[in-house]
């Protein structure tokens, strides 16, 4: 296991600590505790999973900043409903922002219904908060690996241009929910950021209480953000992704698996 990638995961263990008792106010059905990309709780008869994401760079919300925070929403079992935004720096810099995010709101079928902006002479930066709604019966939470999971990645890294990360997220959020939506058994998944696909393979190893071993030649850099989706999942059912990706012409590959 990566000790640099294990020391990351833990850079934040005293905020975890910090906020933890707040779990007792809200009694979220994944919270602090779980200490995972998104949370999930019971509001109005709904069961609501919700991240928030960033601050951004400006160079990046210009090309695809609502797609990388809906991913946290996505990949834990939830249709986006809607985002909210807080935007910062000049004027000139927040309306380029509003616009691009405006544009990609209208693509992906995300409506941004509100926010927070500063005008400030700051390096422009923005935070995107996306509430989805859970389709399936529990959020597929990042520590519910078990021993003998195959790991695999589902779809294409979500870089290139503008419209070239429209489509792949917008082929990789649909195959993604015919998975949810047919037999398929997944024991964890979580989206490949914040350290690249080492970091995100140990999280999920080292949270569910195993170890991992990687096969040669994966075809991706191992510590750049990807955006993809990393699945533990057992034999058979990693089978069943497969074959659903396939059919849909989603790239998807077994890399490993959890021992």
């Known amino acids: 296991m990566s000790k640099e990638a ?9 905020l975890r600590k910090l906020f933890l008792e707040l779990d007792r106010l809200a009694k979220p059905i994944m919270g602090i505790e779980a200490w995972d990309d998104a949370v999930c709780v019971e ?23 609502l797609i990388h925070a809906s991913t946290d929403v996505v990949v834990k079992g939830a249709r986006p409903l809607f985002a909210l935004d807080t935007l910062t720096g000049s004027e000139k810099d927040i309306l380029e922002m509003a616009k691009s995010l405006k544009g990609q709101a209208m693509e992906m079928g995300i409506p941004i219904l509100g926010g927070n902006t500063m005008i400030e002479d700051v390096e422009a930066r923005a935070n995107i908060f996306v509430v989805g709604e859970l389709i399936t019966e529990k959020p597929i939470r990042d520590s519910g690996g078990e021993k003998g999971d195959r790991l695999l990645i589902v779809g294409e890294p979500l870089w290139g241009s503008q419209a070239e990360r429209f489509a792949k997220a917008k082929r990789l959020f649909g195959v993604w929910f015919r998975i949810l939506g047919s037999d398929v058994g997944i024991h964890a998944s979580k989206d490949v950021t914040k350290g690249g696909l080492i970091a995100t393979v140990t999280e999920i190893a080292e949270k569910s209480g195993l170890g991992y071993e990687l096969e040669g030649g994966i075809p991706y850099h191992l510590s750049r953000n990807l955006d993809n989706f990393l699945i533990s999942a057992d034999g058979k059912n990693a089978k069943k992704i497969l074959d659903i990706c396939a059919t849909d012409g989603l790239d998807a590959r077994v890399i490993g698996g959890l021992r």
Do not use: Q, T
């Open 6 to 14: 294990s020391e990351k995961i833990h850079r934040l263990d005293w």
């Open 43 to 65: 509001f109005g008869g709904k069961r609501l999973v919700v991240s928030c994401d960033g601050p951004y760079k400006k160079r990046l919300v210009m090309k695809s900043a």
